[in-house]
């Protein structure tokens, strides 16, 4: 299982789940308005991500994808779990992007949250294994898995034309 990982050619994946990013900001923060929130309207104000070490390419990505909408932050700030995101917020009146589950841990006691509306930043979750494998408890153990989440074995409803 991996999750925020880029594609890679030496792996087949298959996608499990795909979630967006959340915002968790102050209740007083203007952005509390939006339903949710766009990366322009994060433009010079102070983020919070998760460091670079545990994942590289998310964070070099969340960077790259600010820089494309024109979004810098004015300071940024590494935490390593919710609840050192959770006081960075309150210290320095920033947004920190955390998955949703993060995000409902800490949204209490004056912090509330809401989805980042940016297509290029999600987290995805897969079931990868090389793609030269010739195990075939791994291949049986990935169709399994693919039937069960409900991705392979999929038809497409068919269609009749309506009478007139």
Do not use: C
Not at 2 to 16: E, H, R, W, Y
Not at 32 to 39: F, G, I, P
Request: glycine residues 6%; without cysteine.
């Amino acid at each position: 299982m991996i999750t925020g990982v880029p594609q890679k050619p030496q792996l087949s994946v298959l996608n499990i789940a795909d979630k967006p990013f959340y915002i968790a900001m102050p209740m007083a923060d203007e952005l509390s308005a939006y339903r949710d929130v766009r990366l322009e309207q994060m433009h010079k104000r102070n983020w919070m991500v998760l460091g670079k070490h545990p994942n590289p390419d998310l964070y070099d990505t969340i960077q790259s994808v600010g820089a494309e909408r024109g979004a810098y932050p004015s300071d940024i700030y590494h935490f390593t779990s919710p609840e050192e995101a959770s006081e960075l917020i309150r210290e320095h009146h920033g947004l920190a992007l955390l998955p949703r589950s993060a995000a409902w841990r800490i949204a209490r006691d004056g912090i509330t949250m809401r989805p980042l509306a940016e297509p290029r930043l999600r987290l995805v979750t897969s079931l990868a294994m090389r793609e030269d494998t010739k195990s075939r408890l791994v291949n049986e153990f990935v169709k399994a898995a693919g039937r069960k989440f409900g991705v392979i074995g999929r038809t497409a409803q068919g269609k009749l034309p309506l009478a007139m």
